[in-house]
């Protein structure tokens, strides 16, 4: 990870991490160092979207007015998904894309993400020249007279087309289905109602209202359980849970039950295969991912690759493999033959068709795969990315991680990561029951308290 760049962009509470100046000199950066490949006459053009949280429009608002003073064109597109972003980038043919969005987390905290002009996110190599210009003021240059960038809007026919790619990737009918869909109170209320509208879906949206505070507050794919007790109340078939920016999704069966990434690529998988559409018979998960889920796939002629955690080391390796189905259990599921980057609504699509063309319940598909008890737990970690890596390499740290592995056994799994996005260290303990699971994830939460109490910074 750089100074600023994460594992998914910038991400900061607003105005104490990230704040309008630092959001300026990125989009000036960012524009100088798209021109490095540009005839020095043509100006990069930037497309940029946001999520509801109340601080997109001054984010929007500066990152514009940087790539402008550089000499960049911007075209707004509002509130979007971010992956929506994405396919925008290509299909308008701009030279790259940029989200302001800090995904699943609270109102409080945004990001922004930089696509290149091929959908995919910005390389680590041109993430650390933004970086270098950003740090080295005097190198970030200002245009003049006709060399200013300016602002553009094609923001509905946009999102239209987007509109229209994503109802074309369900490749034939759905079924009428009895769906509740929670769009967290964030980009997916600009496009969900258009976008399941088109199938014969009985449909009912649920937090599709964003006040601008209230972005996955209580709802969404973080807090499943809420759509759960809602899809049994209302009796729908199925739920469906997207995140903040819409790039995760999740869903529930008619009885509530949480349906994860891993089952959901899992169903899919299989189907792709019948259908001769997986490519090499792979998926690419992560480490994340359930022991059921191996068991799943050796079963049913799948090869199961993990990745590490994070969604870009999971398409980094289905473009290396030649892959076109992966995802994380946390519900980023990436269909590379329809896009560049984890969609929550595609996914979304893809999934109903398969239930659809099954002729059966979402849980019977889902009891096909098999759930060993997993506990997570988070700890808060204070002095930022350089705290959370001293912890992580401390002897002490491995150490009792090898001790409790050993312990362990083969019925189970720790794995011990520091977030990429938040000033978290997060801990994972797969067991064979979930009482002992439970017992050791706390004593390893437990013991990073302690050393990050005591750990000299």
Known sequence: MGKYFGTDGIRGIVNKDLDAALAFKVGQATAMVLAEDMPAQDKPLVTIGKDTRISG?????????????????????????????????????????????????????????????????????????????IDNGDKLTEKHS???????????????????????AAEGKISR???????????????????????????????????????????????????????????????????????RCLAVDENGKLVDGDKIMAICGKAMIAEGKLKNNAIVATVMSNLGFHEYCAKNGIELHCAAVGDRNVLEMMQEKGFNLGGEQSGHLIFLDNETTGDGQLAAVRFLRVISKSGKKLSELAA???????????????????????????????????????????????????SGTEALIRVMVEAADEKSAAELALRLSEFIEKLSNNINM
Request: proline share 4%.
């Open 57 to 133: 429009d001054m984010l929007e608002a500066a990152i514009t007015a940087g790539l402008c003073s550089a000499g960049a064109d911007v075209m707004h597109l509002g509130v979007i998904p971010t992956p929506a972003v994405a396919f925008i980038t290509t299909d308008c043919g701009a030279n790259a894309g940029i989200v302001i969005s800090a995904s699943h987390n609270p109102f409080e905290h945004n990001g922004i993400k930089i696509f290149n002009g091929r959908g995919f996110k910005l390389s680590d190599d041109l993430e650390a020249k933004i970086e270098q210009l």
């Open 368 to 418: 096909e795969i098999p759930t060993y008890p997993q506990v997570l737990r988070n700890i808060s970690i204070e002095g930022g990315n350089a705290a959370k890596e001293a912890i992580i390499r401390d002897e002490r740290l491995k150490k009792t991680i090898e001790d409790e592995q050993r312990a362990l056994g083969k019925t189970g799994r720790i794995l011990v990561r520091p």
């Open 177 to 247: 289905m009895k769906v509740m869909l929670d769009c967290s109170n964030g980009a997916a209320t600009r496009t969900a109602n258009d976008i399941f509208g088109r199938f014969p879906l009985d449909i009912e949206m649920i937090n599709d209202h964003p006040d601008g505070c209230n972005i996955n507050a209580n709802c969404g794919s973080t807090h499943i359980e809420v759509l759960g007790r809602m899809v049994v109340a209302g009796g729908y078939d199925l739920g469906l849970a997207f995140d903040g920016d819409a790039d």
């Open 146 to 168: 006709r060399d200013i960038g300016r602002v553009l809007t094609r923001e509905r026919e946009c999102i239209d087309r987007y509109i229209e790619h994503i109802v074309s």
